[in-house]
């Protein structure tokens, strides 16, 4: 697969997505992108904003096998990754595999589970694979976890620990609609009674297994400038160094911001990476890897302040 089929690729997923989504174009993109690069977003947002039904819809332009996990307080790992249960007729042990035995696992509410919980995703989001009782149970190389967060409601939620947000390559903010986009929305979705379907809104399959791996062959491809490299060396350095962060990004957040700054270029049909997609990526990509300090927290900034302000600081390769 070329670069141009990767972005046409890109195109026809949007257009599908659009039959039942209204914008949420930012969101979009960056699922793309976690998919070339081989990793999983957490998107925060106000209920009602359709991260669930975006995450739907992305499975099934992609012909992925859909699995949803619905977090609450008295959910056990078991009822996420399965169990090996006696048959008393055979006299063995069999797997019933839980829900992460899927292609795109929708982790609703990840926050209302308590750690322990949580924990038992860090081996599958790693590693795409999950022990049980000492034995490795392989999960399927496209193994993408989109989870969600609502972050009005803080009663009865657990806060994601610092290694659990590290596996995440992006954490997207979900803003409310324009106020063109809710009109939309009204149009297209009040007259309809119950959740939406998206085979029933139109929106069709564009691609399979084998486009995907081809995808994510091609953005192996992308050169990567030794310059572009200092440029996210200096970034996530920076974070380490400024009073305003307590706890700077990890080598790993560099890593994965470099590989997905090469999916970003292919997306856009280039097989060269430049300073502009660092640039676009780089709020979503740390902004739940860093921690403020307490000054920065009682002066009311945001990580996302401070971030745009390593961003203007870091002189970026001409």
């Known amino acids: 697969m070329t670069l141009a089929d990767v972005k046409t690729l890109a195109a026809a997923m949007r257009g599908e997505i659009a039959k039942a989504v209204v914008g949420q174009t930012p969101t979009i993109d960056l699922m793309l992108t976690a998919l070339l690069a081989g990793g999983h977003v957490l998107l925060e947002g106000p209920p009602g904003t ?3 039904f975006l995450a739907q819809c992305f499975a099934r332009t992609l012909g992925l096998a859909y699995g949803r996990i619905q977090f609450t307080p008295d959910l056990m790992p078991g009822d996420i990754l399965g169990a090996n249960v006696f048959n008393f007729q055979t006299s063995t042990f069999s797997l019933t595999k839980g829900p992460v035995f899927c292609e795109l696992l929708l982790a609703d509410e990840i926050n209302r589970t308590p750690p322990k919980t949580q924990a038992a995703l860090l081996e599958a ?3 795409r694979n999950v022990t049980l009782d000492g034995k ?3 999960l399927s190389p496209r193994f993408t976890v989109v989870a969600t967060q609502n972050p009005i409601e803080q009663q009865g939620t657990y806060p994601l620990p610092e290694a659990q947000l590290d596996r995440f390559l992006f954490k997207q903010t979900v803003p409310y609609p324009t106020e063109a986009e809710e009109r939309l929305i009204v149009e297209r979705h009040g007259s309809r009674a119950g959740n939406p379907d998206p085979a029933a809104l139109g929106v069709e399959v564009v691609a399979g297994a084998d486009e995907i791996a081809a995808a994510v062959e091609a953005v192996a491809g992308v050169r990567f400038a030794d310059d572009i490299g200092g ?6 350095r920076a974070t380490r160094e400024t009073a305003d962060i307590e706890t700077g ?7 994965m911001l470099a590989l ?7 997306l856009e049909g280039r097989d060269y990476v430049i300073p502009d997609d660092v640039k676009a990526l780089v709020l979503p990509a740390l902004r739940h890897r860093v921690i403020l ?6 002066e009311g900034r945001s990580v996302d302040d401070v971030l745009g302000g390593l961003i203007e600081r870091v002189e970026a390769p001409r």
């Open 50 to 52: 359709a991260k669930t």
């Open 125 to 127: 989001m790693q590693e």
């Open 136 to 138: 490795r149970h392989p």
């Open 231 to 236: 440029y996210v060396v200096g970034l996530i």
């Open 249 to 255: 990004a990890s080598p790993r957040a560099g890593a």
């Open 260 to 266: 997905a700054a090469r999916a970003r270029a292919a």
């Open 293 to 298: 300090s307490p000054a920065a927290e009682i």
